[in-house]
């Protein structure tokens, strides 16, 4: 069940678009912002407001990037691995944060604090290299740094 | 059609401008290869495989690459097939497209008949140069029909495109993106829509196949086949039958542009493993016990030298229920139908020899504006709704029309169309599977839909009869219903005999008379319900009065048509069956003889269009097994007793000519039920005797149990099966039609022998009173269950997992006062609440036992259950 | 306003955004109350075609003629998107904009509302550009508080409305007719075209869409009209260009310049050329999906038509800078991985190609190049021109891919001859 909160957030949606499946994108990212990623019951709950089945929004969901179909870490870091960062040495702050995480991309550290996700440039390439933690956006990275930053994300 | 001059490889030929380079080149007979067009759904240019080259002028010398599926056939267009980039370019799509394709063709079912196999010798990619490793990926378990080998995929998103936007399904869809697009359920679980069967023949390579052909795997060219028609609903839709060593493997869509175009329902695809059922009556009986075909005869003789009475079957030929007619004389015949059904089905045939047209599944698929009236088509004549999810499609279509965007263009149309519909309107006792594109539903008991009806039929003509009172909840519908019935240029009625009310088709039939040019389809149940309608006959009923010692009924299970069908059949001395199945009747009879089904039998039925169709024999009847009418009568050709019934009975003169006689020949030679790469003929029973046997012969047809023969294409009744040089698959059928998805070459299959009539028709007066609940009864109603309601089909294993355990239907308020189950006839069932149902009804599933053979509808107490 | 960097100069220094007040100070709004005041539709339309404006979001289409393309006749509601995905690799130009100045976009896309008699606009806003979401938001919510957004704006009986939307995320939203399917709360696979959006667009109603940077450019054409706008270039193509640069350059950065500058310019005197230790060995001029430019490129002033007769495109202006101390190879493997996991999986060469270049040049980077690769890759590139493929993704991808075997192909060949990347 959608929590009213939730339902609500959606339902001022409905007014921006012609119809409810429209709203679909922005559904989930309502329900993910609530709850941290799209469950299959998230699904069904969304998919019952908006008429859609759940294979309908799945579809839907599993094409975009930032709908996450299965539970990320309290924080998602966002590393940019196109190619600005990459010449300015990218690759090395990936290694470092995966190493200083244990975890490779694409996984979850294992107390659940830090989800780490390649992306794609985040448009910042003349302070390269990037990359962003949940909202917030961290630019000329090196190893220290990124150690530093890392400490505010409890 | 308006022809343009269209240059291919510098020569010119005429295409229909309204179509695109694809189609023209494909009607021309070119080998133009394609994935993702499909030609009943369109094009959307996402496998560009049809790529040609395109010149502006005989000038251009460079030209550029267009997709041939994406590019009008206008006038003076010039395109190259042959040109060298064209043709590499075609190498290198389908190079792509085998990237990550297992290369399992010799361990999968698709291989021999696989459009992927073809399009990639025919572009003559043969070498791999891809040495990285391929994506995998997981399979589903989709239900019983199919199985689900996804690595197979080329990411044409044919599937995904039948199954959503022309099915109307939503339980299947394309997941992710790139080079790992996953086509499935979003988990694992039975495919919801009924018409997803059709993803084997729609997927151009072995990603859904038929999985109840797995269980008797045969390849293609293995198969001996034959044209026949589906036996599971009115609407006779073409199918290809194919057997081997003596069982029934599989059946696919025998394309008919006037029936069922491509595409057949689930219910008629994997309905056809009855025929291998282990209740197959393989010998003659007496008493239970097994005796020859002489020795049966012979007491048949014995049998019917008295006084004799026949009940015939709307399953069974027109053939073999001439047969039985002319055993026990005209006078003694009986329809094995209930006395109700009957009226009713004769209401229909009259009704339809008025002035409105009975339409063809095609003229369905075209009409702008349809009210359904009583049915539930999906679960009735389920590849009629599909025709209708199409009609929809119709007046929206303008708006494409307006854009100057192509009918086939289907992306671009669907874009411009949204979610607008034309409109559909549903009148049922329940929720129907096409309520989802109807602009108005409405829901109510029997009568109260006829009454529904009758005041549509009043606002589109006011000399049509009002009905009193009309509920405020119904005046909206009718008002809306009759204005868009009004405003179409193609208007349908659909109606039918699924709910037993006379009254609903009289409604059905004043809201087509009311408005004149509109089409009016009834549904029927059964094969051949409407043959047997136009032989006349009297009902059971009448036969409950008939005196004889012995009675001789035709493929018929009488337990499924009377509720007393055991005092009624205690009343013979001596009871004769005539079958393919054990069932209650056979278990009561003295003698039964062991009757062909479908799949081993030649005749004729007559579907709910009023359309003669012949099947042929897709595998020789093991002796003693043959064909009723072979039993009752001493015919020695299909084409005698074709001959004497077409002139003993007038309304059937012209079903001679639903098919070409058997001494039809092409350069002298027959039509081979065996594809040219048959195999193993001489060895197949070499473990019984190293001498082969001599085929059987074929009296009764043009065709042949043998490969010998005349390969060429026979008229579209004779073809056993879609296969050319170089198009191995099913869409080899583009080489059999006159116009891509028009009709096959000489005419769709099939006679017409049911017209509308001349004159004005006089409007039924009898509207019934509104519904009443009554306190302590429930109007019980059939549900019908595309699963589970069709005699047949509920023996094939697969259909029969998917068919209802027996139920009790009730809206939940009536509902509240029981618990999870209720008691009805002195038997427990379980409770199924229907929103939609209205207060005072109850439904039950229909054909299901026990509720199989019941008189609808009728008024029964429903209690707790103790 | 500094009068030669219409689209920057009014920027606050202290990187927040300009509110409705202080961008009213700058002039802001005055170019609508001007349209609305009295010029008809077809009068801006006619000033922006005048003003040469072309399309900031890559393609350089005439921005006046893609305006004029939606019929008088056609039915509403109409719709105006403002193309803010800006997923493209080393482009970093429209995030300013939203950022700094987000009246100035919403300004240009009313304009560009009335210019096609739209009724309902979108800003399709790259989904991590959080900080610009909100400056947006809050600048919409400005809009509507003064009357220059809703019903009957400024009592001209013109009538507007703006949403925002936050992309879930794919290069393909960025693509026109992908970004339209996006909107729906679809897969955003492109859309054939015919039909244009202009006919059949958002919704099936007539759809103009452009770049942010391009409608950021409108108001002050409108304001100070075509001649000075044309002025302000130093080529035929109109107006000021955010251009940038990225790499190993000493200052990496954005810089508004007019239209025309020539690379030269922009990375020796904006950008402070290379760094020290590093040497200059070609550029994209203009995002991951342009052809490489290299040294003899120099001196090609930055516009459409000129990038163009050098053998690239000018694409967003933002240039991509590869030196002597990077591997082209790995460079080129980046991208191609990138347009590899964009590709939106609809077209076979495109989702097919894409996953096999993506592995050769992977391979080749760690040492496991065939003879033969180069030749396979080559005919890729071919495989994916324009036309070929259902969108402009695969030809995009193939630019760089083709360029880089022309101008680094010894390089190609050292990693197969050698089994190993020699910058590693
Ligand atoms: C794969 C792909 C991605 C694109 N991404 C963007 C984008 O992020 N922003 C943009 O403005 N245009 C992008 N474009 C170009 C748009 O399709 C379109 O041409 C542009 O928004 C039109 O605006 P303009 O005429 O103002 O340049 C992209 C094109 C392709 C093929
Ligand atoms: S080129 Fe084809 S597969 Fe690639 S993004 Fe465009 S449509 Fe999709
Ligand atoms: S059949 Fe033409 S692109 Fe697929």
């Known amino acids: 069940m959608l929590t009213p909160e939730e339902r609500a957030e959606i339902e001022a949606e409905f007014p921006h678009y012609p119809n409810r499946k429209a709203v679909c994108i922005d559904a989930m990212k309502i329900v993910q912002k609530h709850r941290g990623w799209l469950s299959d019951d998230a699904l069904k709950d969304i998919g019952e407001l908006l008429g859609m089945s759940v294979a309908d929004l799945d579809g839907v969901a599993t094409f975009y990037n930032l709908l996450f179909r299965r539970p990320v870490g309290r924080h998602v870091i966002y590393l940019c691995d196109s190619v600005s960062c990459w010449i300015m040495d990218g690759e090395r702050q990936c290694s470092h944060l995966k190493e200083r995480l244990g975890v490779e991309a694409g996984e979850t550290t294992a107390d659940g604090r830090f989800t780490l996700l390649p992306v794609v440039c985040l448009g910042a390439c003349d302070r390269a290299p990037v990359m962003m933690i949940d909202d917030d956006t961290h630019f000329d990275l090196t190893p220290e740094r990124i150690d530093q930053i890392l400490e505010r994300y409890p | 059609m308006n022809m343009a001059t269209v240059y291919v490889d510098n020569r010119a030929y005429e295409m229909d401008e309204k179509q695109n380079l694809l189609e023209g080149c494909l009607r021309l007979g070119m080998d133009l290869p394609y994935f993702c067009w499909h030609p009943a759904m369109g094009s959307v240019g996402a496998c560009r495989q049809c790529a040609v080259k395109q010149f502006r002028d005989e000038k251009d010398e460079r030209g550029r690459i267009v997709m041939a599926c994406m590019t009008p056939a206008a006038a003076g267009t010039r395109i190259s097939i042959r040109d060298p980039e064209a043709v590499e370019f075609r190498k290198a799509v389908i190079e792509g497209l085998m990237l990550n394709h297992p290369h399992d063709c010799p361990v999968c079912d698709e291989g021999g008949e696989c459009h992927l196999q073809d399009m990639t010798v025919m572009t003559g990619h043969d070498y791999r140069r891809y040495t990285f490793e391929k994506r995998t990926f997981r399979n589903q378990y989709l239900g019983p029909f199919l199985n689900h080998e996804m690595n197979r995929c080329i990411q044409c998103y044919r599937c995904v495109r039948f199954y959503r936007e022309y099915a109307g399904g939503n339980d299947l869809n394309a997941f992710a993106l790139r080079n790992i697009v996953f086509f499935g359920r979003d988990r694992d679980g039975v495919l919801e829509n009924e018409f997803a069967g059709n993803l084997v023949e729609v997927c151009p390579t072995g990603v859904f196949t038929d999985a109840t052909l797995k269980r008797h795997y045969t390849r293609k060219w293995d198969m001996e086949m034959a044209p026949s028609v589906c036996v599971h609903c009115g609407l006779g839709c073409n199918i290809t039958a194919a057997?081997?060593?003596?069982?029934?493997?599989?059946?696919?869509?025998?394309?008919?542009?006037?029936?069922?175009?491509?595409?057949?329902?689930?219910?008629?695809?994997?309905?056809?493993?009855?025929v291998n059922s282990e209740r197959r009556i393989r010998q003659p009986l007496i008493e239970g016990k097994a005796v020859s075909a002489e020795a049966a005869l012979a007491r048949l003789g014995e049998l019917t030298s008295g006084r004799v009475i026949g009940v015939g079957s709307p399953r069974a030929t027109l053939e073999s229920n001439f047969a039985l007619r002319a055993m026990v004389g005209a006078d003694r015949f009986f329809a094995g139908i209930s006395g109700t059904e009957a009226r009713l089905l004769k209401l229909m045939l009259e009704v339809l020899r008025g002035p409105a047209r009975t339409p063809s599944l095609r003229e369905i698929e075209a009409s702008d504006a349809v009210f359904i009236l009583g049915e539930d088509v999906t679960n009735v004549a389920p590849r009629m709704a599909l025709s209708l999810r199409q009609s929809v499609r119709q007046q929206p279509m303008e708006i494409a029309e307006r854009l100057h965007i192509p009918v086939w263009m289907d992306h671009a149309v669907r874009e411009a169309v949204q979610e607008k519909k034309g409109p559909l309107f549903t009148a049922?006792?329940?929720?129907?599977?096409?309520?989802?594109i109807a602009a108005g539903t409405y829901r109510g008991a029997p009568d109260d839909l006829a009454r529904l009806g009758f005041a549509v039929a009043h606002a589109l003509n006011s000399e049509a009869p009002a009905p009193a009172g009309l509920p405020e909840s119904a005046r909206d519908f009718v008002k809306e219903a009759a204005e868009a019935l009004k405003a179409a240029k193609r208007p349908l009625i659909v109606s039918g005999a699924s709910l037993a009310s006379a009254a609903i088709i009289e409604a059905a039939a004043n809201v087509a008379w009311a408005l004149a040019g509109s089409m009016l389809a009834f549904t029927a149940t059964e094969s051949n319900s409407m043959g047997l309608a136009m032989m006349e006959a009297p009902a059971l009923d009448a036969a409950q009065a008939a005196h004889a010692d012995t009675i001789i009924i035709l493929e018929n299970d009488l337990f499924r048509r009377l509720p007393e069908a055991e005092q009624f059949l205690e009343r013979f001395r001596h009871v004769v069956v005539v079958d393919y199945l054990e069932n209650a009747t056979t278990a009561k009879a003295e003698l039964v003889l062991p009757a062909a089904p479908f799949a081993e039998a030649d005749g004729t039925l007559v579907n709910s269009e009023g359309r003669a169709q012949r099947f042929f024999q897709a595998l020789p009847p093991p002796a003693p097994v043959k064909e009723s009418w072979r039993w009752l009568g001493s015919w020695d050709k299909l084409d005698d007793i074709v001959e004497a019934l077409a002139r003993a009975i007038p309304p059937l003169a012209a079903v001679t000519r639903a098919a070409p006689p058997a001494s039809f020949r092409m350069s002298g030679a027959k039509v081979p039920r065996q594809p040219h790469r048959y195999s193993g003929r001489t060895a197949m029973l070499a473990n019984i005797s190293v001498h082969e046997p001599k085929p059987p012969a074929d009296p009764d047809s043009p065709l042949a149990f043998s490969m010998e023969g005349n390969p060429d294409q026979p008229p579209g009744a004779l073809q056993p099966f879609f296969w050319t040089p170089g198009w191995n698959s099913i869409q080899a059928v583009n080489k059999f039609q006159e116009e891509i998805a028009g009709p096959l070459r000489g005419g769709d299959p099939g006679v017409r022998i049911l017209e509308a009539g001349e004159g004005t028709?006089?409007?039924?007066?009898?509207?019934?009173?509104?519904?009443?609940?009554?306190?302590?009864?429930?109007?019980?109603?059939?549900?019908?269950?595309?699963?589970?309601?069709?005699?047949?089909?509920?023996?094939?294993?697969?259909?029969?997992?998917l068919a209802p355990p027996p139920y009790i239907a009730l809206n939940p308020e009536d509902a509240a006062r029981f618990g999870d189950e209720a008691e009805m006839l002195g038997q427990r069932f379980p409770l199924k609440r229907l929103a939609e149902l209205p207060r005072g009804v109850a439904g039950v599933p229909a054909g299901v036992p026990p509720f199989a053979g019941l008189e609808f509808p009728m008024w029964s107490r429903i209690l707790q259950a103790p | 306003m500094p009068e030669d960097r219409p689209l920057t100069g009014n920027m606050r220094p202290d990187g927040e955004a300009l509110d409705r007040a202080a961008y009213e100070r700058v002039g802001g709004y005055k170019g609508l109350r001007k349209a609305l005041g009295g010029m008809t539709p077809a009068a801006v339309i006619d000033e922006v075609k005048a003003s040469n404006l072309r399309g900031r979001g890559g393609a350089g289409f005439s921005t006046g003629l893609k305006w004029s393309f939606v019929p008088a006749t056609a039915p509403h509601p109409r719709y105006v998107v403002a193309n803010g995905d800006e997923m493209e690799p080393g482009t970093f130009k429209d995030r300013l904009l939203v950022e700094r100045d987000p009246h100035q976009l919403v300004e240009g896309m009313?304009?560009?509302?009335?210019?096609?008699?739209?009724?309902?606009?979108?800003?399709?806003?790259?989904?991590?550009?959080?900080?610009?979401?909100r400056r947006v938001a809050r600048a919409l919510a400005e809009a509507y508080e003064a009357g220059y957004l809703g019903k009957d704006i400024l009592h001209s009986g013109y009538s507007f409305e703006i949403h925002l939307h936050l992309s879930a995320g794919r290069y393909m939203c960025g693509e026109e007719t992908g970004m339209l399917n996006a909107l729906e709360g679809k897969r955003a696979n492109p859309r054939a075209k015919p039909p244009f959006p202009p006919v059949s667009g958002l919704f099936g109603m007539p759809t103009t869409i452009n770049n942010v940077e391009t409608l950021c450019n409108v108001p002050h054409i409108i304001r100070n009209g075509a001649a000075w706008f044309q002025g302000l270039s130093r080529s035929k193509d109109g107006g000021t260009k955010l251009y940038g640069a990225s790499g190993k350059v000493k200052r990496p950065g954005l810089w508004e310049l007019p239209m025309g500058t020539t690379i030269r310019e922009i990375l020796e005197e904006h950008a402070g050329g290379m760094r020290d230790g590093v040497r200059f060995r070609g550029l994209l001029p203009g995002g991951a999906s342009t052809d490489f430019l290299v040294e003899e490129h120099l001196d090609t002033p930055m516009d459409f038509s000129e990038v163009q007769k050098a053998g690239s495109r000018m694409g967003t202006g933002t240039m991509i800078i590869l030196d002597d101390q990077t591997c082209p190879v790995g460079m080129v493997s980046n991208l191609e991985h990138f347009f590899a996991q964009e590709s939106c999986g609809w077209c076979t060469p495109c989702w097919s190609g894409l996953g096999w270049v993506e592995r050769i040049l992977k391979g080749m980077e760690e040492g496991r190049g065939q003879p033969g690769d180069l030749e396979k890759l080559a005919f890729q590139t071919r495989f994916w021109a324009p036309g070929h493929t259902f969108c402009a993704l695969a030809p995009g991808a193939a630019e760089p891919l083709q360029s880089a075997l022309k101008y680094f192909r010894a390089e190609f060949e050292q990693h197969i001859n050698e089994k190993r990347c020699p910058w590693k």
């Open chain 2, 243 to 274: 057997g081997r060593y003596g069982t029934l493997r599989r059946l696919v869509n025998r394309y008919n542009g006037e029936v069922n175009g491509y595409f057949l329902c689930d219910r008629g695809r994997f309905g056809y493993e009855f």
């Open chain 2, 428 to 436: 049922s006792v329940s929720a129907t599977r096409l309520d989802d």
């Open chain 2, 761 to 801: 028709p006089r409007f039924f007066e009898d509207i019934p009173a509104a519904f009443e609940p009554r306190a302590e009864e429930w109007l019980v109603v059939p549900l019908h269950h595309i699963f589970g309601s069709e005699e047949l089909s509920r023996h094939a294993p697969a259909v029969s997992q």
């Open chain 3, 110 to 133: 009313i304009l560009a509302g009335y210019a096609t008699g739209s009724d309902t606009g979108y800003i399709f806003l790259r989904g991590e550009y959080k900080l610009g979401a």
